[in-house]
Structures are given as structure tokens and as C-alpha cells.
């Protein structure tokens, strides 16, 4: 970037300011350009404004590189070590994989993934890590204990990045069964659960595919070919990537749909939780659902400053049937508003058979035709004889 130039994020995406970058293509001539040439001089922006990657070396190789504050390292975890962690979390892919992978994703609301979730117990009182997601609040229970191979692997991240043993306690694992079907559209990691200033480490194994950082306005696009691209790696068997909180709150990021990619891929996504938790051993309460339906559940969400502190708790069900209510008082609102609607027009229909009504007693004595001709002249429909 040019001396005196800066870059910005909003809710727009990137908003230059001061020198523009140079770049393959003149904004005088952007209505000139096709679809495809918009989309690389956005490209050409992006990049143009961004940090440029730094190469840094890995036990004496420069297989990695820092991008803003974040790192991706090739093949973090040698073959050996990549195929042991990888061959384990296979054997539970494989029992959760559907018959039709793309039938089955089409159906996902969201992400067309399959997803594994595990927390590790904190000392205070063995509750787990939970870095909540969505409204969904039922789900949240379904936090395990990780498999020892993955605490084997998430030991040796604290190790390497020189975090304390409170760290990279959270392991969400995704599976991609194909490129065709199962990618995960640009977004942005929520942090509210994470430890301050914390990165997430997301882990890639099995097949190779492209991860990409691009803008803001790329928000659910998950085909490469239509993203504002910063900047990509293809991400293989046991390579890792960082990313970083300011990353995160400037890029989205996507692993794009690769048509014809065969081959499972497998992430794990590990983070360091220090503001969530749940307690799976509460007493069982009732959910009252928006339907009548009740359901019951025994664990309860803790929220926490820090890691320390013991945190307030709220059982699930009293977050679930909160829930149920704001659904109930939002189809009520909307019941309201749709009587009102209907009220206004059967008042009209009543008020034009009224007008109807009077224009045809006045046209009964009119043997003359002026007031008929006056009313069809005027758009008006009178009965007819």
C-alpha cells in the first residue's frame, strides 16, 4: 500500500482511504467490465490493501507463512502422526455418514457438515468447555469428552504456542465427505466464549482443499470463483492453521465447494474456552415448548469473566423455554397483525357492497341512462338489468 494510505473494515467490506492501491484494472473503466473482470478488480483491491504474507521458518524450512496475526504452518504434524489422529476420527466419521451425502446436505439449514463436539472438564468443578453456538441450545449437550488422541494433540499446541494448561480446551471436529457437498460457506468465527486475544486452531486432514480469507460482503458464498479473495492456502494432510482475532474480525473465511473433490477431509478446530461452561450432572427440568410439547433436561450453562472465576449458571431448560416464549409472543405479534389486516379488509368489502348497493337502487329509477352512463364512465361496476 502507498505511503498514507489506510484500509478499513465495515459492514460493507473493505473502504479505501487515501492512495489507491495499484491494480490490474481502472475503476474509470469498470462499467466496461464483465461480471468476472468486477470480481478480479475487487480481487486486486483486497489483496492491494492487505498485509503481505511473511515466510517463516519451521524447523529450518520455510514451509509456513504469518498473515496479520495469524499462522499456517505445512504439515504441522508429520505423516505418522497426521494418519494416527486422522485413522481414529475416520472410524467415527464413518458411523455418521449418510447414505446420500447429497440429499442429506442439501437438507442442513446452514453448513452442509457433520460435526463432532468435545469440551474438557475445569478443575473448579468439572464442567465442561462449551463455546455455545446458535439459538439451537438443545445441542449444546451433545459436548463429550475428547478422545485421547485429541487431548494428545491439543497438549502438544500449548506446548508449541506456549499456552498455559487452561488452553485449547474446546475440539469441534468437522467432516467434509466430499468437495461436491460438504464445504462450509465464508464466515465469521463468533469469539464471546474465547479466551481474550486467543486464535483458533483448525487442524486439516485427509483430503486437501482450498481454505480461503476474503471480504465482508462475501458473507454465505462458498464458491471460490465468486469470493473477494485475500488470500488462500490449500490446506492438506496435517497442516495447521491460526487464525487470528484481528483476521477474524477483518476476513471472513471459507473452505469453498470443490466439485468433484473426492476424498474425506477432516478439521479439527481447536479453541481455548474460558468464558463458557456446561455442568451435564444438574437436576432434570422441564422444557415447555412453543407446541405444548415438554421435554426434559438435567444440565445447566455457566458464564464466566475468566477462566477463575466459578461463574453463574442458568439451566438449559430455562434458556429453552425463554425461547419457546419469544417464539409463542412473535407468532401471537404476527397473529395480531394478521387479524388487524384481515378486520381492515372485510370493513372494505362491507363498505364497496354498501356503495354497490347504492348505486343500484339509484340506477332503478334512472330511465333515462345519465346516472349508469356516469358510473361506467368512471370505471364504476353497476349491475345491469
Known amino acids: 500500500m502507498g505511503s498514507g494510505s489506510s484500509v478499513v473494515a465495515s459492514s460493507n467490506g473493505l473502504a479505501l482511504h487515501g492512495v489507491m492501491p495499484s491494480c490490474t484494472t481502472s475503476p474509470s473503466n469498470l462499467k466496461?467490465?464483465?461480471?468476472?473482470?468486477?470480481?478480479?478488480?475487487?480481487?486486486?483491491?483486497?489483496?492491494?490493501?492487505?498485509?503481505?504474507?511473511?515466510?517463516?521458518?519451521?524447523?529450518?524450512?520455510?514451509?509456513?507463512?504469518?498473515?496479520?496475526?495469524?499462522?499456517?504452518?505445512?504439515?504441522?504434524?508429520?505423516?505418522?502422526?497426521?494418519?494416527?489422529?486422522?485413522?481414529?476420527?475416520?472410524?467415527?466419521?464413518?458411523?455418521?455418514?449418510?447414505?446420500?451425502?447429497?440429499?442429506?446436505?442439501?437438507?442442513?439449514?446452514?453448513?452442509?457438515?457433520?460435526?463432532?463436539?468435545?469440551g474438557l472438564q475445569r478443575n473448579l468443578d468439572k464442567a465442561r468447555a462449551l463455546d455455545r453456538w446458535g439459538s439451537y441450545h438443545?445441542?449444546?449437550?451433545?459436548?463429550?469428552?475428547?478422545?485421547?488422541?485429541?487431548?494428545?494433540?491439543?497438549?502438544?499446541?500449548?506446548?508449541?504456542f506456549n499456552l498455559n494448561d487452561d488452553c485449547i480446551n474446546s475440539m469441534v471436529v468437522n467432516y467434509y465427505f466430499d468437495g461436491e457437498n460438504t464445504y462450509i460457506p465464508a464466515h465469521r468465527d463468533t469469539t464471546a466464549c474465547l479466551e481474550d486475544g486467543s486464535q483458533v486452531m483448525c487442524l486439516s486432514l485427509g483430503a486437501s482443499r482450498d481454505f480461503v480469507l476474503c471480504s465482508n460482503d462475501?458473507?454465505?458464498?462458498?464458491?471460490?470463483?465468486?469470493?473477494?479473495v485475500a488470500r488462500e492456502w490449500r490446506v492438506g494432510h496435517g497442516d495447521l492453521f491460526a487464525l487470528g482475532p484481528a483476521?477474524?474480525?477483518?476476513?471472513?473465511?471459507?473452505?469453498?465447494?470443490?466439485?468433484?473433490?473426492?476424498?474425506?477431509?477432516?478439521?479439527?478446530?481447536?479453541?481455548?474456552?474460558?468464558?463458557?461452561?456446561?455442568?451435564?450432572?444438574?437436576p432434570a427440568k422441564e422444557a415447555l415448548y412453543s407446541n405444548g410439547s415438554t421435554r426434559v433436561f438435567n444440565a445447566e450453562c455457566i458464564t464466566a469473566l475468566h477462566s477463575g472465576d466459578i461463574g453463574t449458571?442458568?439451566?438449559?431448560?430455562?434458556?429453552?423455554?425463554?425461547?419457546?416464549?419469544?417464539?409463542?409472543?412473535?407468532?401471537?405479534?404476527?397473529?395480531?397483525?394478521?387479524?388487524?389486516?384481515?378486520?381492515?379488509?372485510?370493513?372494505?368489502?362491507?363498505?364497496?357492497?354498501?356503495?354497490?348497493?347504492?348505486?343500484?337502487?339509484?340506477?332503478?329509477?334512472?330511465?333515462?341512462?345519465v346516472l349508469r352512463a356516469y358510473y361506467n364512465g368512471h370505471g364504476c361496476a353497476v349491475p345491469r338489468d
Open 247 to 282: 483476521t477474524n474480525e477483518r476476513l471472513l473465511h471459507a473452505v469453498t465447494r470443490e466439485p468433484g473433490g473426492t476424498g474425506m477431509r477432516v478439521s479439527v478446530i481447536f479453541r481455548s474456552i474460558t468464558k463458557s461452561y456446561i455442568d451435564t450432572d444438574a
Open 218 to 228: 462475501d458473507l454465505g458464498g462458498f464458491e471460490k470463483s465468486s469470493l473477494s
Open 32 to 118: 466496461e467490465k464483465s461480471l468476472k473482470s468486477l470480481n478480479s478488480y475487487v480481487q486486486d483491491i483486497v489483496k492491494a490493501c492487505l498485509p503481505k504474507p511473511k515466510l517463516i521458518k519451521i524447523d529450518g524450512t520455510s514451509k509456513s507463512e504469518e498473515y496479520m496475526d495469524s499462522t499456517y504452518i505445512k504439515e504441522w504434524l508429520p505423516k505418522s502422526d497426521a494418519d494416527e489422529i486422522y485413522n481414529h476420527l475416520k472410524i467415527v466419521g464413518e458411523k455418521i455418514r449418510p447414505a446420500d451425502i447429497a440429499a442429506a446436505a442439501a437438507k442442513r439449514s446452514k453448513y452442509p457438515l457433520w460435526t463432532k463436539y468435545y
Open 313 to 369: 449458571r442458568e439451566h438449559l431448560a430455562d434458556l429453552i423455554s425463554e425461547r419457546e416464549r419469544a417464539k409463542t409472543l412473535a407468532k401471537e405479534s404476527k397473529s395480531a397483525d394478521q387479524f388487524e389486516l384481515e378486520l381492515q379488509a372485510k370493513n372494505l368489502v362491507a363498505r364497496v357492497e354498501q356503495i354497490e348497493g347504492r348505486r343500484e337502487s339509484e340506477c332503478k329509477g334512472d330511465e333515462s341512462g
Open 138 to 160: 438443545e445441542s449444546w449437550v451433545r459436548v463429550e469428552e475428547p478422545p485421547d488422541v485429541l487431548k494428545k494433540y491439543a497438549s502438544r499446541l500449548r506446548k508449541q
